[in-house]
């Protein structure tokens, strides 16, 4: 087996991580949002120089068999608004009066639309209807459209939205310099009845991601193609699979940062046996909770984009404004935890780079949890003294306390806002494991885990990375719905042979023979007042129990398997004491200071054990054990945590 590498480019950092005969390696680098391009190819550059002790990405890629890559620029570029001017000609049910019913619907449309909309009526002779399109076209030009969606309503919008195509190619055709992109709804997702506003909006929300990442995947793959890689880039989806750029869908990049970490979390969880988790991932501005049951990722059958309820199915992501850059201020005596963040620039007090807020960075430098010269692999020293001063005019004064007190309470505070996210959305059941990751996910697990009710923790090895590391489990695959009319095997038969045709068409533009995928199909309906979903077989025979049913859909998966990261294998193992490599004077929770012992992560072994508390180090993580929690290292270099001492 050749490398695997796969990449998560993030707003501040993207991370790499690469498989070699076994061994795993990562890396981070700065992310560059004017070039992404740039930091694509520097995280390869630093995945190399860990592999072979230089610089040699022309002999990584040459020796790599898949990158896989998600990002978050889709995500960004909704959050921030930036992509194309884009404009809607819609009729009857796709109104704009009819998608803006929210406040958040009525921001997001008033930011991507805005003015630029028009009503048709295909109501008329071809002759007529071709002249109000042309009338439409040249309106929503001048208005500054760069993009067009069509969604139309009705019974026949189908026919119609491709009639409308048809004359507008006839006055605009496509080779053209003027020619302006247009998106059927239809063709992006599947026509239900009553679902025009979902249909409309996910139109739209792909166009306005399309052009930036068409532009920024295809530069990313032309970069490797200099390399003359033997495999095309696949990009990982929000909905676990991974796929070739050009069979992508700008929408399902979408949040496929955060689902890279899920699907980390879900195969640790088939490979370690439990069934019950959430996760924990902490970034700078903010904590991202997932949830997983029966070892399936909790999903909604319409996901939600920034409020905005759309066709595609999305894992439930629940998001705090609470990260290790969030923004700490008092109010009425009370500390306030975010949600607005310093961000990486000027960043928490202690970067020493302008910012004069206080953060949970700042506190934890104080308390003691962080050496100021080997923070973030020795790449960034921290400034104490801008820390204490930020916390004492910020916090301190106002709550009348001393900066020690003022940290303590800053702890509590954002441990109480996470754990307080992980109660709403998240589970505390009975054996519920908290997964924690991300760069300051393992410093506040336990502490997040006591106010959640959590007995028992894990903070992976490649924490600091784990998005990045989730994407390795990844498969080729695509994933489709139809709607069934007919309750007949016949209706049946014909709908699972028109999307086994879509199926292999997609598969051969990925390199594969349909008959070297899996194949999976099933039926969802609703019945008695509940959704149902059963597996069908290859014949097209419908199932029993399906009369009277409403609401028929048949989905069909069909996955190409390929190699994955790898997970040792786990038994018991004995006890060890570890060796600190030394000890760090830490605020503990009666507010007094006491040394800790100091763990390097690399230099520990499989059945290293000890209790808090603790600090163990990796070149980009912390992670704290508290007084009464006890930790153990396993085979894959994992730390497994258990409140008093409970397995």
Not at 4 to 22: E, F, H, K, Q, R
Not at 113 to 123: A, D, L
Not at 293 to 308: A, F, L
Request: aromatic share 6%; proline share 4%.
């Amino acid at each position: 087996m050749g490398i695997l590498v796969s990449i998560d480019n993030g707003g501040t950092l993207t991370d790499g991580c690469a498989v070699v005969d076994g061994n795993i390696y990562h890396t981070k680098t700065l992310t560059t949002p004017y070039d992404l391009t740039g930091c694509f190819i520097e995280v390869l550059k630093g995945l190399s120089e860990k592999i072979y002790g230089e610089s040699q990405i022309h002999k990584l890629l040459n020796e790599t068999d898949h990158i896989r890559y998600s990002t978050t620029q889709g995500t960004n570029a909704v959050v921030e608004r930036k992509g194309p001017r884009l404009g809607l000609i819609h009729s009857g049910k796709t109104a704009p009066s009819k998608l803006t019913k929210s406040g958040e619907e009525k921001e997001l449309f008033a930011s991507m639309v805005g003015e630029r909309s028009i009503s048709i009526s295909t109501k008329s002779s071809d002759a007529k209807l071709g002249v109000a399109v042309v009338e439409a076209v040249n309106s929503l030009i001048a208005q500054g459209a760069n993009r067009l969606v069509l969604s139309l309503s009705g019974d026949d919008l189908q026919e119609q939205e491709r009639r409308v195509r048809n004359l507008m190619l006839r006055q605009f055709p496509g080779h053209l310099l003027g020619a302006v992109p247009l998106l059927l709804s239809h063709e992006l997702v599947e026509v239900y009845p009553g679902d025009e506003r979902r249909r409309t909006w996910s139109a739209v929300l792909n166009s306005f991601l399309h052009s930036e990442m068409e532009r920024f995947l295809y530069n990313a793959e032309g970069a490797l193609r200099k390399y003359r890689t033997r495999n095309p880039l696949l990009i990982f989806r929000n909905d676990g699979n991974s796929t070739r750029v050009a069979k992508t869908v700008a929408l399902k990049t979408f949040s496929s940062s955060p689902r890279g970490g899920l699907e980390g979390v879900q195969a640790m969880a088939k490979h370690y046996g439990f069934k019950s988790a959430v996760s924990m991932d902490i970034g700078g501005t903010t904590t991202d909770v997932g949830v997983l049951e029966g070892k399936q990722i909790r999903e909604t059958r319409h996901g939600n984009v920034k409020g905005i309820t759309v066709s595609f199915p999305l894992s439930s992501i629940f998001s705090v404004g609470a990260g290790g850059s969030s923004i700490f201020r008092v109010k009425k005596g009370k500390v306030i935890v975010g949600p607005d963040s310093v961000g990486a620039a000027p960043g928490p007090a202690c970067f020493g780079r302008g910012g004069t807020e206080a953060t949970i960075t700042d506190a934890y430098l104080i308390a003691g949890l962080f050496d100021p010269e080997t923070f973030s692999g020795g790449e960034l020293q921290l400034d104490i003294d801008r820390a204490r001063n930020a916390i004492k005019k910020k916090i301190a004064e106002p709550l009348g306390v001393d900066i020690e007190d003022a940290v303590q309470a800053m702890q509590l505070a954002y441990h109480q806002k996470i754990a307080g996210n992980i109660a709403e959305h998240g589970s505390s059941g009975k054996g519920t494991i908290l997964i924690a990751f991300g760069g300051a996910g393992p410093l506040s697990a336990c502490g997040v885990a006591e106010l959640a009710g959590l007995d028992k923790i894990i903070v992976p090895s490649r924490a600091a990375v784990f998005s990045a590391f989730g994407i390795g489990f990844s498969d080729i695959a695509h994933s489709y719905e139809n709607r069934l009319t007919k309750g007949t095997d016949a209706a049946l038969k014909e709908t699972m042979a028109n999307m086994t045709r879509h199926a292999r068409r997609d598969m051969f533009a990925e390199g594969f023979d349909l008959e070297d995928c899996k194949v999976s199909s099933t039926l969802t309906f609703e019945k008695g007042g509940k959704e149902k979903t059963v597996a069908l077989n290859k014949r097209g025979v419908m199932p029993k129990g399906v009369k009277g049913a409403k609401d028929m859909r048949v989905q069909m998966k069909v996955v190409r398997p390929i190699a994955h990261f790898p997970l040792e294998k786990i038994g018991k193992l004995a006890d060890r004491k570890p060796r600190a490599v030394g000890k760090r004077n830490g605020l503990q929770s009666d507010g007094s200071f006491a040394d800790m012992p100091l763990y390097q992560l690399d230099k520990l072994k499989p059945g290293d054990a000890g209790v808090g508390p603790a600090l163990i180090e990796e070149s980009y993580f912390t992670c704290r054990i508290l007084d009464g929690w006890s930790y153990k290292v396993n085979e894959n270099k994992d730390i497994i945590i258990n409140r008093n001492g409970r397995a």
